[in-house]
């Protein structure tokens, strides 16, 4: 069973940029699977951020297209997502999902979630 | 992007109630449609894909339907676990988008 974990700094400060990663444990980042990331705030609920294949290819949401970008590490198993020019708006909680490719279903695979805020 | 929505926002139930939630999306989204459990401080729970197929472990007292612009989480004979926010999400291209949940709270 695929498991999860994000890790990251809970405190980014504005303009700056929000990395988190996370650690896949169960099977191979390089297995069949899309690795993505969504984020959740009590005013704007759950959004999709984007998400990445092993082999690089990714899709990101147009509303941060501009400002997030994923990437996959095969030598540590996991994934990371980088978001930069933050703003308060982008408080919230992170969480990294995980979808079998090709099986028709949506995300399986939940990290526990991360709280980032943004603030001087 | 396709806009989703749900009714009711929130809803009061008893244990043994049937529940149904609606969810209608903008736009056809033939049957790529998913549902999601969430409770307090936890990650969401994926319950149902492709609008009615339940996942694994999941009890037969829920069940989706629908296709198209419209669908419906029903529970049968709801149970203590079952009190969480539900979330429908659309997935039949990106950007994959939520709707904004529904509570159900115990009466």
């Known amino acids: 069973q695929v498991q999860l974990q994000e890790s990251g700094p809970g405190l980014v400060k504005p303009s700056g940029t929000l990395s988190l990663t996370c650690a896949v444990s169960g099977d191979s980042v390089r297995s069949y699977h899309w690795w993505g990331w969504v984020r959740q705030t009590p005013t704007k609920g759950l959004e999709w951020m984007g998400e990445?294949?092993?082999?690089?290819?990714?899709n990101y949401n147009p509303s941060l297209e501009s400002r997030v970008r994923m990437s996959v590490d095969k030598s540590k198993n996991n994934f990371g997502m980088d978001l930069t020019s933050v703003t308060v708006a982008d408080t919230a909680t992170y969480f990294c999902?995980?979808?079998?490719?090709?099986?028709?279903?949506?995300?399986?695979?939940w990290g526990q979630g991360t709280l980032v805020i943004v603030s001087s | 992007d396709i806009q989703m929505t749900q009714s009711p926002s929130s809803v009061s139930a008893s244990v043994g109630d049937r529940v149904t939630i609606t969810c209608r999306a903008s736009q056809t989204i033939s049957n790529w449609l998913a549902w999601y459990q969430q409770k307090p401080g936890r990650a969401p729970k994926l319950l149902i894909s492709?609008?009615?197929d339940l996942e694994s472990g999941v009890p037969p007292r829920f069940s989706g339907g629908g296709s198209g612009t419209d669908f419906t989480l029903t529970i049968n004979s709801l149970q203590p676990d079952d009190f969480a926010t539900y979330y429908c999400q659309d997935y039949s291209a990106y950007p994959y988008t939520f709707g904004p949940g529904t509570r159900l709270d115990i009466k």
């Open positions: 492709k609008a009615s």
């Open positions: 990445i294949y092993h082999t690089g290819s990714a």
């Open positions: 999902v995980g979808r079998v490719y090709g099986s028709g279903k949506m995300f399986e695979f």
